[in-house]
Each structure stands twice: as structure tokens, then as C-alpha cells.
């Protein structure tokens, strides 16, 4: 799951931040409020294709996607007059200028914004998969390899959709 961003403002009432250091609530608001004072893209890339290309690879392609899903919204905004601002040092292969920021979720306002809407998407999904798949918890744990998680998986197998390189499964 990635997340890219074009605020329309750098205001806002609520928190905007690294969404490893927001509440639930905090994270939902965020949410909320971007919803109204941006523009966003989403890329989701599924286990089957995680597990052939690798976590790496995977998430290149879901920034690829995320940043298309947002050009695509964006409308006529030609690519070269774009800036992205990048969390790490994936390397992405788009015809746009690029700057890497370690630990940029901490130090830009755009990165910490997608970061909300990547974990905010992600955990809405992880919700759906517990109503389709309510053996493994995923409501509380969203996917995490948590003790519990560990457990559900060593009691009743794997379901179709936890990757299949991953350890334990």
C-alpha cells in the first residue's frame, strides 16, 4: 500500500504527522480533513504479486501506482512540473524530478500526509478481511505479524490471502 499527495494548503486544524505516531483518531480526522484539502493517489499491490517480485519490488510498484492514480486526478498538470517528494531511498522509475527524504514521514508535511492515507486505506481494508476471514484478527492487528496474528495462522493455516513466502505461513 503506498499513498501520494498534492495538498491544495499546508493549514490544518488537525494533526498532521508520521501516522506511526498518531491515535486512530487522530489518524481518522487526518484523514478526514485531507480528504477536503487534497488531492490524493492510492497504489495497492496484492500478496500474490508481493510473494513473486518481493516486498522491494512490490513497494516500488505501489508508489508507481499511487503517484499515477494521483496524476490521472491531477488533470492537465504536465509531469515536469511536478516534484516528488520520496520517504526513503526506493528508487522509482518516473519522468518526474525525485527527492528522497529519510524518515521524510517525520520532516514533510506531503509525505506525512501520505503516509496517513496509505495506513488510514490500509486499515479500512484490514477491517473488510476480518469480516471475510475473522480466524486471524486482522481488525486488531491489521496484518502485522503480532504474537496473536502468529498463533491464528499456526491453528488454522493460511488464508488466501497472507502471502506465501512470508515466514510462518
Do not use: W
Not at 514533510?108 to 484490514?126: L, P, Y
Amino acid at each position: 500500500m503506498a499513498a501520494a499527495v498534492y495538498l491544495k494548503t499546508f493549514r490544518f486544524s488537525c494533526r498532521i504527522d508520521d501516522s506511526k505516531k498518531l491515535t486512530r483518531k487522530e489518524r481518522d480526522e487526518a484523514f478526514l480533513e485531507l480528504g477536503l484539502k487534497s488531492v490524493f493517489g492510492v497504489g495497492i499491490i496484492n500478496e500474490a504479486v508481493i510473494d513473486r517480485v518481493n516486498i522491494l519490488a512490490a513497494t516500488q510498484l505501489a508508489m508507481e501506482r499511487a503517484i499515477r492514480d494521483l496524476m490521472a486526478k491531477m488533470g492537465d498538470v504536465p509531469a515536469r512540473r511536478v516534484q516528488l517528494l520520496v520517504d526513503g531511498t526506493v528508487r522509482l522509475n518516473v519522468k518526474m524530478p525525485v527527492e528522497h527524504i529519510i524518515e521524510g514521514d517525520g520532516k514533510s508535511k506531503s509525505i506525512a500526509s501520505a503516509s496517513i492515507v496509505a495506513k488510514t486505506v490500509r486499515d479500512r481494508i484490514m477491517e473488510v478481511y476480518d469480516t471475510v476471514f475473522p480466524l486471524y484478527g486482522f481488525r486488531k492487528h491489521k496484518g502485522y505479524p503480532t504474537e496473536a496474528h502468529r498463533r491464528a495462522l499456526a491453528k488454522h493455516g493460511s488464508s488466501r490471502i497472507h502471502r506465501k513466502t512470508f515466514a510462518g505461513v
